[in-house]
């Protein structure tokens, strides 16, 4: 029987594992460094078969993953590429969604001395982002402009921080903090993470603010319209707190020295998350969303047209997963199978929009999502 290997029990490799476990395609194997998060696994989906490791440690690492048909990182920001640049040197076939800010592409012509077949950045966005935004792209002569809207929210928030993350806390930080790169006449150009607020709505679920965070990710780098940019969705009482925090320099990244404990020094943005942490967790039957929009601007036969894909997915309470949850491994484990399959076979680090290019991949990916009960909708606005 073929093996799955995931790395990291988070709340989202978790569910991958499961995904590839619902049937007998696949022995999964589930690593992490903490053994609660295994345990709690275990509990979910009895037929994994789960290792405490270190990812750092190398050796432990090309052990575990000697036998895997494929290999799935869900991995922290802060040890995920280091991770995928082991893999890569044991040419393993890989799909990453951990958010680092490397390039994985550097890792290209590595990858294709081992023969290692590497998709990065495969969860909802980036991932099902990027496939939809060229997809959107591809459907009309001339596209002039591509927007990202995306992101994941408690359906019912609560101060202080009207915000939950269902993901690592730290990542989300990082989207705080990071520069935002947009796309403007053709260019990349950096700007201030969470500047250029504006309000959404999404029908029948409500009103938010967006604002630039750096999520073009691959997208940048090969534009495919002169103005491109990604926004990250929150409820309207979150984003000023952020904002104070990070101006503070409570998001810093500069050890500062602690007075109680002179010559000790300590990350600002550490200290936050550990204090957000907490808050940040949701309570078990907790909901949330995961909210979506990309949308492509153009003309097509002489005609301007705004194509768009909408995502508005639910925490499965039957299920009891969260919303981010699914949306963000179940591709990640769709292109695995994809991998594992051999329909991926070329080698080397492929982004998520480089699938299009796969006949069928986008209408596979869709479909396989929608039997899992994540839809995307589909419309064409004429301008």
């Not at 802060?78 to 969604?97: C, F, K, R, S």
């Not at 402009?145 to 269902?166: E, L, S, T």
């Not at 904002?243 to 404990?261: H, I, M, N």
Request: charged share 25%.
């Amino acid at each position: 029987m073929p093996e799955a290997v995931v790395l990291g029990a988070g709340m989202v490799g978790s569910v991958i594992a499961q995904d590839l476990a619902r049937d007998d395609e696949f022995s999964v194997h589930l690593l992490d460094a903490n053994e609660r998060a295994l345990a709690q696994a275990r509990d979910r989906t009895p037929a994994l078969r789960t290792s405490r490791i270190d990812v750092a440690d190398r050796a432990a690492l090309e052990r575990a993953i000697r036998d895997a048909d494929v290999v799935v990182g869900a991995l922290s920001s802060n040890v995920g590429y280091e991770a995928l640049a082991t893999l890569v040197d044991l040419g393993a076939p890989v799909v990453d969604i951990s958010f680092f800010s490397q390039n994985a592409l550097m890792l290209g012509d590595r990858a294709k001395a081992t023969g290692a077949r590497v998709v990065f950045d495969m969860g909802v966005a980036p991932g099902m982002s990027n496939m939809l935004a060229v997809h959107a792209a591809n459907s009309l002569d001339v596209c002039e402009r591509v927007d990202v809207i995306v992101g994941g929210v408690p359906q019912h928030p609560m101060p202080p921080y009207f915000y939950k993350a269902a993901f690592s806390p730290r990542d989300v930080l990082e989207e705080y903090t990071r520069p935002a790169r947009v796309v403007e006449d053709g260019a990349i150009v950096e700007k201030q993470p969470m500047s250029e607020e504006e309000p959404i709505e999404f029908a029948g679920v409500g009103s938010f603010v967006a604002f630039l965070t750096d999520g073009l990710r691959s997208l940048a780098l090969n534009p495919i319209a002169p103005t491109m940019r990604e926004m990250t969705l929150r409820h309207a009482q979150h984003t000023p707190m952020m904002r104070f925090l990070r101006d503070a320099g409570f998001f810093s990244q500069t050890p500062v020295e602690l007075p109680a404990a002179e010559g000790v020094g300590a990350l600002p943005i550490d200290m936050t998350a550990a204090i957000m942490l907490p808050a940040w967790q949701y309570d078990p039957g907790e909901a949330d969303l995961t909210l979506m929009r990309i949308s492509a601007a153009g003309t097509r036969a002489g005609k301007r047209l705004r194509i768009e894909w909408e995502l508005i997915d639910e925490y499965d309470a039957a299920a009891d997963t969260s919303s981010m949850a699914r949306t963000t491994a179940f591709p990640a484990a769709i292109v695995a199978r994809m991998l594992a399959a051999g329909e991926i076979d070329a080698s080397g680090v492929h982004a998520p929009e480089a699938l299009v290019a796969h006949e069928g991949a986008v209408d596979q990916l869709l479909d396989a999502m929608a039997d899992r009960g994540v839809r995307y909708m589909h419309k064409e606005i004429t301008l």
